[in-house]
C-alpha cells in the first residue's frame, strides 16, 4: 500500500530511542518518551494561500524535529507519523 500525505502533511518515520541506559539497564518501551525526530518518507503538494500553492519546507530524505502533536498512522504493518509543516522546528544537516 502507497500513503500520499495531502495538503500540508508530511508522513514521518520516528527515529528509534535507545532502549538501554548507558550504564546497561533495559528500558521497557512504554517507559520511553518518543522522540519528536524522524525521517521525512512523503511531503503533501501544499496549502494554497490566495490562489498561490505554498510548498512544504522540507524534501523526502530529510531528517527533522518538530513540536506539538502529531497523528500516527499504519502502513504496511509499519507505524508512521503524520506532521503539519508548520510544526516542523528544523532540518538536521549531518
Not at 512504554?30 to 525526530?37: D, G, S
Request: proline content about 5%; some cysteine; charged content about 25%.
Amino acid at each position: 500500500m502507497q500513503f500520499m500525505p495531502t495538503h500540508d502533511n508530511i508522513l514521518v518515520r520516528r527515529k528509534v530511542s535507545e532502549s538501554k541506559t548507558p550504564g546497561g539497564i533495559v528500558i521497557p518501551q512504554n517507559a520511553e518518551e518518543k522522540l519528536k525526530e524522524g525521517e521525512v518518507l512523503a511531503v503533501g503538494p501544499g496549502i494554497r494561500d490566495h490562489g498561490e500553492r505554498v510548498l512544504c519546507c522540507v524534501m523526502p530524505g530529510d531528517h527533522i524535529v518538530w513540536n506539538l502533536e502529531e497523528n500516527e498512522v499504519m502502513v504496511d504493518g509499519e507505524r508512521l507519523v503524520l506532521v503539519v509543516d508548520c510544526q516542523v522546528l528544523g532540518v538536521i544537516q549531518e
